[in-house]
């Protein structure tokens, strides 16, 4: 252990050189302890009279490093300071940065203004920055750096799109799908389970989309994930999953943060590699959706590195603002983050990133292990003393002025060269706080566009997203998608296909009405292409529309011959549903809302196969619609259990029932069942019956309007 008479020496050497050697040699020679004590009270007085050393706390406890090895780097910090002296600059050596900085200091201790310098330093090395920014703060460098590129994350001022469900160039799309899948569920505290549905959903809409075959016409985004979660048909443990992994996926579609995640071209997010830039996330509304932006987006990056090989020179440093939210302390028996993991390997590819905390106490123990450079600015919290202490091996003296530290004073530690804590001086950067405006950021990022979403309909919008509604179980059981054998949707290629074809069925010379439609009424019009099936209830709620406002809307779309109207009678009484006719399909594709596929069936058909269907899941039945015949076309439902396969037909009278009757008969199903949706169709369906041969015919049951309301 350290002497008293050693630690004085160690810290006057510095002002008094040589004249300290003398007193330490004194001191061994003397044989006798008053001898030795007369050297240890010389000592003491000059500490006084050079350090200020007094009965209060010790602010000069760190003794500075040489003048060769401060001033042996090429990035400048600020000037080594000891005993109220301001001795010579310190310098940072730019290849040591890829081994990471952690900066961490109370509210106000200056660690905005030290990361300005740094980032200067940096840049005037020619090394790429990218900065995370939490707090709106780091525009403000533009004024310095005209070139530096700001992008508003959640706000139309400068649009950043991403897409985290596209793998970066030269990533398997499989290993992408466990990466992200474990980001998103680390952002939003989703549970294993979650993450085996998340995986099973993105490994399917891959398949569906050609991803793995490297034939994708299209690219899944989050809201094609929460429409197969919602459409495919869940169990047991995985049914209560369900539930969570829905109440993540309506997190990242909802508002502002649902637009930003709606693109189908990521190619401008790696070219942030080749700018100064800075990503503004205050736009974001919650923690989590900026916990999983800057995850996800680093996570790219560093993917897409990884891809093109190692390389030794630094060429980008990645700064990530309020770092405890990626890089939380966790129990020991957690495992580790993907950016966790990343933190140790990154270095190899050229990237480093700067940490940048104001509580220390929360940060992951693999933040501080595997950083190069640690630099302490004013605490408070003893939690955050404690975890700085604990990371800079400091003394108990040392650990005490930590928090007497002045503004813009800082305690650096380098993990080897030279092993002792000491203290610089930042100097004030010449960046102006609040000099760079939303209309100046807005006015040099004009000629910079990634907003490439391809969602028109949430462009017209203004770039915000509503919420996603549930699924309208009082009314409608399949949202009017039609449900395949596996229960899953269409893939994108498939519903392009879909949609081109509908687009040629209908006059595409109908013109939209020459008046501009509303936000409410394209978000009405949007929920009639996408739901026709909702009762009118429903759909005002879903909308979050008030009866009178919503009334008001449905007339004048169905006065200027937008939607018409279908009226169906049930047991408990009229129904009365609305669609989409010519001009409201123009309508749709002149707001960028598609209409969808022009139904061969009518309303009042789709309406009561949508009750069977959902009679029939009841008994506990699998459904699928429009199940294909063999050289006889489709019939309405199959329904499946047990082995069992029943053929369901929806009469309403319309058509000719028997021939339907004999293209099924002798399809091998166990059962026909007839549903009939009004009287004359309980006639027809009677009529056929009887009039149908029965030998060798499976059982035919028939069903009214009266079973299924």
């Known amino acids: 252990m350290m002497t008293r008479v050693q630690e004085l020496c160690r810290k006057l050497k510095p002002v008094m050189g040589r004249k300290i050697d003398r007193l330490w040699s004194a001191y061994l020679a003397e044989s006798d302890a008053d001898g030795k004590a007369d050297v240890e009270q010389t000592l003491e007085l000059l500490a006084a009279k050079h350090l200020g050393a007094d009965y209060n706390i010790d602010r000069s406890p760190f003794p500075p490093p040489s003048s060769e090895f401060a001033e042996s780097g090429d990035i400048k910090v600020g000037t080594v300071s000891y005993a109220d002296i301001q001795m010579y600059p310190f310098y940072l050596k730019s290849p040591r940065l890829k081994e990471h900085i952690l900066i961490a200091g109370r509210s106000g201790s200056g660690k905005t203004n030290l990361t300005f310098v740094l980032m200067e330093g940096i840049m005037g090395r020619g090394i790429k920055v990218l900065a995370l920014d939490w707090k709106r703060g780091y525009r403000d460098l533009m004024g310095l750096y005209p070139k530096l590129r700001v992008y508003t994350i959640g706000r139309d001022i400068s649009p950043f799109r991403f897409n985290p469900l596209i793998p970066p160039a030269g990533c398997e799309p499989h290993i992408w799908i466990k990466l992200i899948v474990d980001v998103i569920a680390g952002a939003y505290f989703g549970g294993e389970g979650v993450i085996s549905l998340l995986v099973a959903g993105l490994d399917h809409l891959y398949s569906r989309a050609g991803v793995f075959d490297k034939q994708q016409t299209h690219w899944p985004t989050i809201q094609d994930l929460l429409v197969w979660l919602r459409t495919v048909k869940l169990r047991g443990r995985a049914a209560m999953w369900q539930a969570s992994a829905e109440r993540i996926l309506l997190a990242m579609t909802y508002g502002e943060f649902g637009a930003v995640l709606n693109t189908q071209d990521n190619s401008h997010v790696a070219e942030l590699l080749n700018q100064n830039a800075v990503l503004e996330m205050d736009g974001l509304s919650g923690s989590s959706d900026k916990t999983l932006f800057s995850e996800a987006l680093t996570l790219y990056l560093y ?80 939690s955050d003393v404690q975890a700085m202490a604990s990371a ?162 449905r007339q004048h779309l169905a006065s200027a011959g937008i939607i018409e109207s279908a009226a169906i009678a049930t047991r408990s009484g009229q129904v009365v549903l609305y669609q989409l006719t010519d001009l409201g399909r123009s309508a749709c594709s002149a707001a960028g809302i598609k209409p969808g596929p022009r139904s061969r069936e009518s309303l009042e058909h789709s309406f009561w196969a949508s009750r069977a269907a959902r009679h029939f899941e009841r008994e506990g039945y699998d459904i699928s619609r429009e199940h294909p015949v063999k050289g006889n076309g489709a019939i309405d439902l199959l329904a499946e259990k047990g082995g069992t396969r029943v053929a369901i037909e929806v009469e309403t009278g319309k058509s000719n029932i028997k021939v339907n009757l004999n293209k099924i008969k002798n399809a091998g199903f166990d059962r026909i069942v007839l549903v009939a949706t009004c009287p004359a169709a309980v006639v027809a369906c009677q009529k056929a019956v009887d009039s149908t041969e029965r030998d060798q015919s499976p059982q035919i049951e028939q069903l009214s309007w009266f079973d299924l309301s």
């Open 303 to 382: 993917r897409y590195r990884l891809a093109q090989g190692p390389q030794e020179k630094l060429t980008n440093i990645i700064i990530i603002e309020e770092a405890h939210n990626l890089l939380l302390k966790k129990a020991s028996e957690s495992k580790e983050s993907i950016l966790e993991t990343s933190i140790r390997m990154v270095r190899q590819y050229g990237l480093g990133y700067v940490f940048v905390d104001q509580s220390a106490s929360l940060l992951s123990k693999v933040a501080f292990a595997n950083s190069y450079g640690t630099i302490a600015l004013s605490q408070k919290l003893r």
């Open 392 to 553: 800079m091996n400091l003394s108990d003296e040392q650990k005490e002025a930590l928090n007497t530290l002045p503004v813009g004073s800082a305690v650096v530690r380098l993990a080897d060269e030279h092993p002792e804590p000491f203290l610089v001086r930042i100097p004030l950067s010449a960046v102006s706080e609040g000099s760079v405006s939303d209309q100046v950021v807005k006015e040099r990022m004009a000629c910079y566009h990634t907003d490439s979403s391809s969602n028109r309909f949430t462009q017209s919008l203004s770039g915000v997203v509503p919420a996603i509604p549930l699924p309208d179980r009082k009314s409608e059981i399949t949202d009017n998608n039609k449900t395949n054998k596996d229960t899953h949707p269409p893939s994108p290629r498939e519903s392009e296909t879909e949609y081109e074809k509908s687009k040629s069925v209908y006059d595409s010379k109908l013109k939209p009405p020459n008046k501009t439609m509303t936000r409410e009424e394209i978000r009405f019009l949007a929920d009639v292409a996408e739901r026709p099936l909702s009762t009118t209830v429903s759909r005002y709620q879903r909308l979050h529309l008030s009866r009178r406002r919503g009334n008001a809307i």
